[in-house]
Protein backbone atom coordinates (compact mmCIF):
# COMPACT_ATOMS: atom_id res chain seq x y z
CA UNK A 1 0.00 0.00 0.00
CA UNK A 2 1.14 3.30 -0.68
CA UNK A 3 2.29 5.85 2.07
CA UNK A 4 0.24 8.61 2.92
CA UNK A 5 2.43 10.88 3.64
CA UNK A 6 4.39 10.18 0.42
CA UNK A 7 1.89 10.64 -1.26
CA UNK A 8 0.84 14.08 -0.02
CA UNK A 9 4.43 15.38 -0.35
CA UNK A 10 4.40 13.92 -3.82
CA UNK A 11 0.78 15.79 -4.87
CA UNK A 12 2.14 18.88 -3.74
CA UNK A 13 5.30 18.77 -6.01
CA UNK A 14 3.21 18.08 -9.11
CA UNK A 15 0.05 19.87 -8.30
CA UNK A 16 2.53 22.99 -7.98
CA UNK A 17 4.46 22.08 -11.40
CA UNK A 18 1.35 22.14 -13.44
CA UNK A 19 0.17 25.30 -11.84
CA UNK A 20 3.74 26.98 -12.66
CA UNK A 21 3.06 25.50 -16.11
CA UNK A 22 6.00 27.81 -17.93
CA UNK A 23 6.10 30.16 -16.04
CA UNK A 24 9.26 30.78 -14.04
CA UNK A 25 8.89 31.52 -10.59
CA UNK A 26 11.03 34.63 -9.08
CA UNK A 27 12.02 34.59 -5.30
CA UNK A 28 11.81 38.13 -3.87
CA UNK A 29 12.68 39.89 -0.68
CA UNK A 30 15.32 41.66 1.60
CA UNK A 31 18.39 40.36 2.21
CA UNK A 32 18.33 36.76 4.65
CA UNK A 33 14.99 36.31 4.02
CA UNK A 34 15.93 32.76 2.39
CA UNK A 35 15.69 33.76 -1.22
CA UNK A 36 18.55 31.40 -2.85
CA UNK A 37 18.71 28.76 0.21
CA UNK A 38 14.51 28.02 -0.07
CA UNK A 39 14.44 28.42 -4.05
CA UNK A 40 17.21 26.42 -4.34
CA UNK A 41 15.01 23.57 -2.87
CA UNK A 42 12.07 24.81 -4.32
CA UNK A 43 13.57 24.08 -7.79
CA UNK A 44 14.53 20.56 -6.70
CA UNK A 45 11.57 19.44 -5.44
CA UNK A 46 10.02 20.61 -9.03
CA UNK A 47 12.38 19.09 -11.30
CA UNK A 48 12.92 22.30 -13.06
CA UNK A 49 16.13 24.56 -13.62
CA UNK A 50 17.22 26.78 -10.46
CA UNK A 51 19.06 29.84 -10.97
CA UNK A 52 20.81 32.67 -8.76
CA UNK A 53 20.81 36.07 -10.07
CA UNK A 54 23.53 37.47 -7.60
CA UNK A 55 25.94 33.82 -8.63
CA UNK A 56 24.53 34.68 -12.22
CA UNK A 57 26.31 38.37 -12.18
CA UNK A 58 29.13 37.40 -10.25
CA UNK A 59 29.73 34.75 -13.02
CA UNK A 60 29.29 36.98 -15.72
CA UNK A 61 31.67 39.65 -14.15
CA UNK A 62 34.13 37.52 -12.54
CA UNK A 63 33.79 39.24 -9.80
CA UNK A 64 31.97 39.30 -6.11
CA UNK A 65 29.17 41.36 -5.82
CA UNK A 66 30.97 43.56 -3.27
CA UNK A 67 34.06 43.77 -5.53
CA UNK A 68 31.35 45.22 -8.05
CA UNK A 69 29.62 47.38 -5.37
CA UNK A 70 33.28 49.00 -5.03
CA UNK A 71 34.35 49.05 -8.15
CA UNK A 72 31.40 50.60 -10.30
CA UNK A 73 28.82 51.56 -7.49
CA UNK A 74 25.07 50.49 -7.07
CA UNK A 75 23.94 52.56 -10.23
CA UNK A 76 25.92 50.49 -12.82
CA UNK A 77 25.54 47.12 -10.56
CA UNK A 78 21.59 47.72 -10.76
CA UNK A 79 21.94 47.95 -14.26
CA UNK A 80 24.29 45.21 -15.13
CA UNK A 81 21.28 43.04 -12.45
CA UNK A 82 18.48 44.15 -15.27
CA UNK A 83 20.64 42.97 -17.57
CA UNK A 84 21.12 39.54 -16.16
CA UNK A 85 17.84 39.09 -14.82
CA UNK A 86 16.02 39.82 -18.50
CA UNK A 87 18.01 36.90 -20.22
CA UNK A 88 17.15 34.66 -17.14
CA UNK A 89 13.52 34.96 -17.55
CA UNK A 90 13.51 34.68 -20.77
CA UNK A 91 13.20 31.06 -20.79
CA UNK A 92 10.47 29.23 -17.98
CA UNK A 93 10.27 27.40 -16.26
CA UNK A 94 13.22 28.43 -13.74
CA UNK A 95 13.12 28.82 -10.11
CA UNK A 96 14.71 32.24 -10.32
CA UNK A 97 16.21 33.57 -7.14
CA UNK A 98 16.97 37.64 -7.22
CA UNK A 99 19.09 39.83 -5.19
CA UNK A 100 17.23 41.81 -2.58
CA UNK A 101 17.15 45.06 -4.47
CA UNK A 102 16.47 43.34 -7.49
CA UNK A 103 12.31 43.97 -6.88
CA UNK A 104 12.84 47.10 -6.02
CA UNK A 105 14.48 48.60 -9.47
CA UNK A 106 11.51 49.34 -11.65
CA UNK A 107 12.97 48.22 -15.28
CA UNK A 108 13.81 45.11 -12.89
CA UNK A 109 10.44 44.49 -11.69
CA UNK A 110 8.51 45.31 -15.16
CA UNK A 111 10.33 42.39 -16.23
CA UNK A 112 10.07 40.22 -13.23
CA UNK A 113 6.22 41.11 -13.34
CA UNK A 114 6.40 40.02 -17.63
CA UNK A 115 8.34 36.84 -16.76
CA UNK A 116 6.75 34.72 -14.21
CA UNK A 117 4.80 34.57 -11.06
CA UNK A 118 6.84 36.66 -8.13
CA UNK A 119 6.62 35.90 -4.53
CA UNK A 120 8.02 37.58 -1.72
CA UNK A 121 10.04 35.79 0.85
CA UNK A 122 8.61 38.43 4.09
CA UNK A 123 10.28 37.85 7.32
CA UNK A 124 10.72 40.56 10.58
CA UNK A 125 13.59 42.21 11.32
CA UNK A 126 15.23 40.04 14.13
CA UNK A 127 14.63 37.02 11.87
CA UNK A 128 16.92 39.07 9.02
CA UNK A 129 18.99 40.32 11.25
CA UNK A 130 20.20 37.20 13.31
CA UNK A 131 20.80 35.94 9.30
CA UNK A 132 22.77 38.36 7.81
CA UNK A 133 24.88 39.46 10.68
CA UNK A 134 26.68 36.07 10.42
CA UNK A 135 28.24 36.99 7.24
CA UNK A 136 29.82 40.46 5.83
CA UNK A 137 29.09 40.17 2.29
CA UNK A 138 26.75 42.49 2.14
CA UNK A 139 27.83 45.81 0.61
CA UNK A 140 24.78 47.91 1.90
CA UNK A 141 25.14 46.66 5.18
CA UNK A 142 28.43 47.82 5.23
CA UNK A 143 27.86 51.12 7.74
CA UNK A 144 27.89 52.13 11.14
CA UNK A 145 24.75 50.65 12.39
CA UNK A 146 23.97 47.97 9.86
CA UNK A 147 20.58 46.67 12.16
CA UNK A 148 19.29 50.31 11.92
CA UNK A 149 19.95 50.29 8.16
CA UNK A 150 18.40 46.96 7.48
CA UNK A 151 15.11 48.82 9.43
CA UNK A 152 15.32 51.30 6.86
CA UNK A 153 15.78 49.24 4.17
CA UNK A 154 12.57 47.20 5.09
CA UNK A 155 10.75 50.39 5.60
CA UNK A 156 11.53 51.46 2.35
CA UNK A 157 11.14 48.02 0.54
CA UNK A 158 8.15 46.43 2.23
CA UNK A 159 5.76 48.90 0.39
CA UNK A 160 7.51 47.53 -3.30
CA UNK A 161 7.73 43.86 -2.67
CA UNK A 162 4.00 44.49 -1.32
CA UNK A 163 3.54 44.69 -5.66
CA UNK A 164 4.84 40.70 -5.81
CA UNK A 165 2.17 37.98 -6.85
CA UNK A 166 2.50 35.84 -4.08
CA UNK A 167 3.83 36.60 -0.33
CA UNK A 168 5.21 33.82 2.15
CA UNK A 169 5.99 34.85 5.88
CA UNK A 170 9.95 33.57 6.10
CA UNK A 171 10.58 32.34 9.78
CA UNK A 172 13.10 30.06 11.60
CA UNK A 173 11.39 26.87 10.70
CA UNK A 174 13.35 24.24 8.85
CA UNK A 175 14.01 25.51 4.99
CA UNK A 176 12.24 22.43 3.43
CA UNK A 177 9.43 23.44 5.35
CA UNK A 178 9.60 26.97 3.84
CA UNK A 179 9.84 25.56 0.34
CA UNK A 180 6.53 23.02 0.99
CA UNK A 181 5.03 26.99 1.37
CA UNK A 182 5.85 28.33 -1.15
CA UNK A 183 4.88 25.32 -3.73
CA UNK A 184 1.29 25.42 -1.76
CA UNK A 185 1.24 29.13 -2.64
CA UNK A 186 1.74 28.35 -6.21
CA UNK A 187 -0.99 25.83 -5.92
CA UNK A 188 -3.47 28.27 -3.95
CA UNK A 189 -2.96 31.20 -6.22
CA UNK A 190 -3.75 28.80 -9.37
CA UNK A 191 -6.84 27.83 -7.69
CA UNK A 192 -8.13 31.02 -6.71
CA UNK A 193 -7.81 32.38 -10.53
CA UNK A 194 -9.23 29.55 -11.62
CA UNK A 195 -12.30 29.98 -9.53
N1 LIG B 1 14.26 28.89 7.16
C1 LIG B 1 15.50 29.14 7.56
N2 LIG B 1 15.90 28.79 8.79
C2 LIG B 1 17.13 29.04 9.22
N3 LIG B 1 18.11 29.64 8.46
C3 LIG B 1 17.77 30.00 7.24
C4 LIG B 1 16.46 29.79 6.71
N4 LIG B 1 16.43 30.28 5.46
C5 LIG B 1 17.67 30.78 5.21
N5 LIG B 1 18.46 30.61 6.27
C6 LIG B 1 19.88 31.01 6.39
O1 LIG B 1 19.93 32.43 6.32
C7 LIG B 1 21.06 32.84 5.56
C8 LIG B 1 20.57 33.69 4.40
O2 LIG B 1 19.80 32.89 3.53
P1 LIG B 1 19.85 33.12 1.95
O3 LIG B 1 21.25 33.32 1.49
O4 LIG B 1 19.05 32.02 1.33
O5 LIG B 1 19.07 34.52 1.86
P2 LIG B 1 18.84 35.45 0.61
O6 LIG B 1 17.43 35.89 0.70
O7 LIG B 1 19.25 34.74 -0.64
O8 LIG B 1 19.80 36.70 0.88
P3 LIG B 1 20.57 37.69 -0.17
O9 LIG B 1 19.55 38.68 -0.68
O10 LIG B 1 21.61 38.36 0.64
O11 LIG B 1 21.11 36.84 -1.27
C9 LIG B 1 21.78 31.56 5.11
O12 LIG B 1 22.81 31.30 6.00
C10 LIG B 1 20.69 30.50 5.21
O13 LIG B 1 21.23 29.23 5.48
O1 LIG C 1 19.39 44.22 -0.99
C1 LIG C 1 20.19 44.57 -1.87
O2 LIG C 1 20.11 45.66 -2.47
C2 LIG C 1 21.27 43.62 -2.25
C3 LIG C 1 21.17 42.30 -1.87
C4 LIG C 1 22.12 41.26 -2.30
O3 LIG C 1 21.41 40.08 -2.65
C5 LIG C 1 22.99 41.72 -3.47
O4 LIG C 1 22.28 41.71 -4.68
C6 LIG C 1 23.52 43.09 -3.22
O5 LIG C 1 24.33 43.01 -2.07
C7 LIG C 1 22.40 44.13 -3.04
MG1 LIG D 1 20.62 35.19 -2.17
Known amino acids: MSDPVLTVAESLKDRARAALGSRNLILVGLMGAGKSSVGRIVAHQLGIPFVDSDAEIEKVSRMSISELFAAYGEEEFRALETRVMKR ?21 RKHIKKGGVSIWLKADLDVLWERVSKRDTRPLLKTENPKQTLENLMNARYPIYELADLTVLSRDVRKELMADEVLQAVIDARTESAA
Do not use: M
Open 88 to 108: LLKNGPRVVSTGGGAFINDRT
